[in-house]
């Protein structure tokens, strides 16, 4: 079993910058990839980017240039800049052994 718990959401204006971090605890040597999926209303869960034990990254094009992830430990971190009205969405960490789990979920909002 992974548990994850996460951090750092929150109102912010167009512009502005936001950084979620996820920490993962149990069994986190069986963890392959971990990673951050978003949710907005009405729509599907969708991949936002992800990052392999090795260091390898995958984005969604339209985060591209503006968000990084990055891991440490057993902590992985998603760095937001340029945020955008379209961000707006329940962010969700996931980390995949043979089995993905799922944080509980953070709020971000982009507003004026």
């Known amino acids: 079993q992974v548990q994850l718990v996460e951090s750092g959401g929150g109102l912010v204006q167009p512009g502005g910058s936001l950084r979620l971090s996820c920490a993962a605890s149990?069994?986190?040597?069986?963890?392959?990839?971990m990673g951050w999926y978003r949710q907005a209303p009405g729509k599907q869960r969708e991949l936002v980017a992800d990052?392999?034990?090795?260091?390898s990254t995958n984005y969604a094009d339209s985060v591209k240039g503006r968000f990084t992830i990055s891991r440490a430990k057993n902590t992985v971190y998603l760095q937001m800049n340029s945020l955008k009205f379209e961000d707006t969405a329940v962010y969700y960490c996931?980390?995949?052994?043979?089995?993905?789990?799922w944080g509980q979920g953070t709020q971000v909002t982009v507003s004026s």
């Open positions: 149990g069994n986190i040597f069986s963890i392959n990839v």
């Open positions: 996931c980390a995949r052994s043979p089995f993905a789990y």
């Open positions: 990052i392999t034990v090795g260091g």
